[in-house]
């Protein structure tokens, strides 16, 4: 997939560099060409002698060296690859992109170019969530610039959260998903998973049977098609695909949160089995056994993402898909659904348990749409995703 495509990789200045020189092994054993760039920041990491030993090619350093200008020149280096990939893309690169900057050879390649940009973010995660890098996320986002990552865990500053740069691995996905010849290269498609939590307090939630499983492979199916996918997942039993740009919540606010940042897409399939209510009195201790009789819940209604997003009056996606879990009279109550919604088309399905489709590898669905209803045959969830994203890769085309 990756045979004789050139990469541009820049290397930022970031711990995570470390990770770019197994990306760069990885990239080669595929078949791909390395054309490295460092930061300045980026030599106080790894050394431009093991990243162009690694790369087999020269590591690219300075705006104003005067035997690279005379070779290839700055200009010609950003328009000579299939994609240019940031890994590290610290918090001042992408501040420099937001910006507009060039005011070293990464920036400037970084303007000079009309190549496609992916980016693996790695900082530390107050630096990820400090508003002006999600600022700069959503403004790059809407640039047209591609990202994969970051990863939640244990960071090498000791903290834990959002911030850690995606494995080589992951990176080596999305960079394929990047230059598949698909029909979906270049929409960028929100898909929602999972179940969603909702607490009572501290140790206890209300939850659904949802694996999570229908939702990851859509996402793995768009982003097989060439689609930049934004999975935003619950806490699901199946690990999300690789490839795709991973948002984990817990509840539906979360969730809700999590869809408005991705916006704008091109379409949002809206596969999560989202709590309709949570614990409006949820504790912040936990609740204990009173002699005084049972606790009582009372709750409030969590949003309706797929309503709010299907009625969007400013940058609603083209296709907005939603799924029907019903246990009975399904074509009825999904039709009602899709009128109620306001959502394109509904994928419904019997969940009842007697079907074992809740939490199993197959499913039946019939997608309803303004065509009419469409029954399609049991089959394995794969092959629904992959029957699914081919009808969205249609859809968009028209
Ligand atoms: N959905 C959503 N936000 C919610 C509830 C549901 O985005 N708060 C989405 C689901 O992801 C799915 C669709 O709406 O795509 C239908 O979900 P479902 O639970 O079947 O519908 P409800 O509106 O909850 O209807 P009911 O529970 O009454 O069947």
């Known amino acids: 997939?990756?045979?004789?495509?050139?990469?541009?990789?820049?290397?930022?200045?970031?711990?995570?560099?470390?990770?770019?020189?197994?990306?760069?092994?990885?990239?080669?054993?595929?078949?791909?060409?390395?054309?490295?760039?460092?930061?300045?920041?980026?030599?106080?990491?790894?050394?431009?002698?093991?990243?162009?030993?690694?790369?087999?090619?020269?590591?690219?350093?300075?705006?104003?060296?005067?035997?690279?200008?005379?070779?290839?020149?700055?200009?010609?280096?950003?328009?000579?690859?299939?994609?240019?990939?940031?890994?590290?893309?610290?918090?001042?690169?992408?501040?420099?992109?937001?910006?507009?900057l060039a005011n070293d050879l990464a920036s400037t390649l970084l303007m000079a170019t009309d190549t496609p940009v992916l980016c693996a973010p790695a900082m530390n995660v107050r630096m990820w969530d400090h508003p002006a890098t999600q600022r700069n996320l959503k403004q790059l986002q809407a640039d047209g610039i591609r990202f994969v990552g970051p990863n939640e865990g244990d960071m090498a500053c000791g903290e834990f959260g959002p911030g850690r740069m995606s494995e080589p691995l992951e990176i080596v996905a999305a960079i394929g998903t990047q230059l598949a010849d698909g029909p979906l290269r270049g929409k960028r498609i929100l898909v929602t998973s999972g179940p969603t939590h909702e607490p009572i307090d501290p140790v206890r939630y209300i939850a659904n049977r949802s694996s999570g499983a229908q939702g990851a492979a859509v996402a793995r199916a768009l982003s097989a098609l060439g689609a930049e996918v934004v999975f935003?997942?619950?806490?699901?039993?199946?690990?999300?695909?690789?490839?795709?740009?991973?948002?984990?919540?817990?509840?539906?606010?979360?969730?809700?949160?999590?869809?408005?940042?991705?916006?704008?897409?091109?379409?949002?399939?809206?596969a999560a089995a989202v709590a309709d209510w949570r614990v409006a009195t949820a504790s912040d201790r936990k609740l204990k056994k009173s002699h005084d009789g049972l606790p009582s819940l009372e709750f409030s209604e969590n949003p309706d993402i797929l309503k709010r997003v299907s009625r969007l009056e400013a940058g609603r996606p083209a296709l907005v898909v939603g799924f029907a879990a019903e246990t009975n009279d399904v074509v009825e109550n999904a039709t009602a659904k899709r009128a109620r919604k306001g959502c394109d088309w509904i994928v419904a399905n019997d969940v009842s348990p007697k079907t074992g489709i809740m939490g199993g590898s197959e499913n039946a669905v019939v997608l309803i749409s303004d065509d009419g209803v469409d029954e399609w045959p049991r089959m394995d969830k794969d092959m629904v995703a992959d029957r699914l994203a081919q009808k969205i890769a249609d859809a968009l085309a028209d």
């Open 232 to 270: 935003v997942t619950g806490p699901a039993d199946v690990p999300p695909p690789a490839g795709v740009q991973v948002v984990r919540v817990e509840t539906a606010q979360q969730m809700s949160d999590a869809v408005d940042a991705a916006l704008p897409v091109d379409a949002g399939v809206f």
């Open 1 to 100: 997939m990756l045979a004789s495509k050139r990469i541009l990789l820049i290397i930022g200045g970031g711990i995570a560099a470390y990770k770019s020189l197994d990306l760069i092994r990885r990239l080669k054993e595929r078949g791909a060409s390395v054309t490295p760039v460092l930061t300045r920041a980026a030599e106080e990491f790894v050394t431009p002698l093991s990243v162009s030993a690694l790369a087999g090619e020269k590591a690219y350093r300075d705006l104003f060296d005067l035997t690279d200008e005379a070779e290839m020149g700055h200009i010609q280096l950003s328009r000579s690859a299939d994609l240019i990939v940031l890994a590290p893309a610290t918090a001042d690169l992408m501040g420099k992109m937001v910006g507009g």
